[in-house]
Structure formats: structure tokens, C-alpha cells
């Protein structure tokens, strides 16, 4: 994966969390920086967990779909990216203040990154370094988290879905990059 496709794909990742922080920031009344960041580390870190457990899978299962891996990382990567438009146009809810439990923090993070897990099964049956990846989707996770909390509790209702669309997007294409890549070039 080259360092450009490495950088679109941690972005889009981190669009869900982005958009999920913006909701978390404005629930606050005025967030702090070090609670911004506090929330931008939680998302993450499991952020950066997840596609290792899903890379995992996918090696696991590599050599029963190694002559179609392309098409299944095309088409997990699309699934995941029409889901992240499809939520990002629907209408935003507005936002109640509630406080903040980290329990609540978590599960929001933790239901954030299950696309990455499946992203990470899909990054199982092509040649990238999971590690580098990972940790570019934690860091890309941790900064974007901790400027939607900040940003959040001003533009909140205009932005949030913006982001998951974008990163829909973003993700369609890496997978559209990948079906060229192994049927036109590697044939």
C-alpha cells in the first residue's frame, strides 16, 4: 500500500469516529483539550485494535479464497463504505445533553470500529504491513476523535454526517484501487 492510499484509508477510517466525537462534543457543555484528547485516545486505541483482529481472521482464511481475494476485499470495502454514506445522509438527530460515562465512551468507540475490523479482514488478502496500518489508523483515529469533541459543541449538527460520507467514499475507492490493481496490472 503506498504512503498516499495509507493516509486515505486511516482518514476514512477515522470518519465514523470523527462524526461520533462531534455527537460526544456536543453533549458537553464546553469540552476541555485534555478531555478532548482523553476521548480522541479511547477511539484510538480501539481503533487500532481492531483491523489486527480482523487481519487475523483474514489470514486465518486466506488460503480458502486466495485465487478471489481481491474481489472480497473490493467487496467488503465497498459494503462498508456504502453503509458509512448511507448513514452519513441520513437526517442528524439533535442532540440532548447527557453526561459522559466512559462505559458509554467506549461502546461508542468500540461500535465506531467494527468497520475497521472488516477493513482489516480485507487488508488480510493484500500485501500491507498491518502494523504501519494500524497504528496510521489509531493515530489518524486519536486526532480526528479529539478535534470533533472540540469542534463539536459549535457545529455539531452541520458536519457530523459529512465526514461518514466522505469516508464512504474514500473506502469504495481503495477498493475499486485494489480490483485494478490484481485484474489489469498483476494479470
Known sequence: MTPVALLFLAVSMSADAFAAS?????????????????I????????????????VAGKASQQYVETWDHWVAFTLLTIIGLHMMVEGLKKEEKVAHRKQTLWLLVLTATA????????????????????????????????????????GHKFGKYVGHWAE?????????IGVIVVVEHTIFLS
Not at 462531534?22 to 482523553?38: D, M, N, T, Y
Not at 479511547?42 to 489486527?52: H, S
Not at 489508523?137 to 479529539?146: D, E, F, P, Q, W
Open 22 to 38: 462531534i455527537s460526544k462534543g456536543a453533549e458537553l457543555r464546553k469540552p476541555r483539550f485534555r478531555h478532548a484528547v482523553g
Open 165 to 173: 460520507l466522505a469516508g464512504g467514499v474514500v473506502l469504495i475507492g
Open 112 to 151: 465506531t470500529s467494527l468497520d475497521a475490523m472488516a477493513v482489516g479482514a480485507s487488508l488480510a488478502f493484500i500485501d500491507v504491513n498491518i502494523i504501519t496500518t494500524s497504528l496510521a489508523i489509531g493515530l489518524a483515529t486519536t486526532v480526528m476523535a479529539s478535534m470533533g469533541t472540540l469542534l
Open 40 to 55: 480522541g485516545l479511547i477511539f484510538g486505541i480501539i481503533e487500532a485494535t481492531t483491523p489486527v483482529l480482523g487481519w
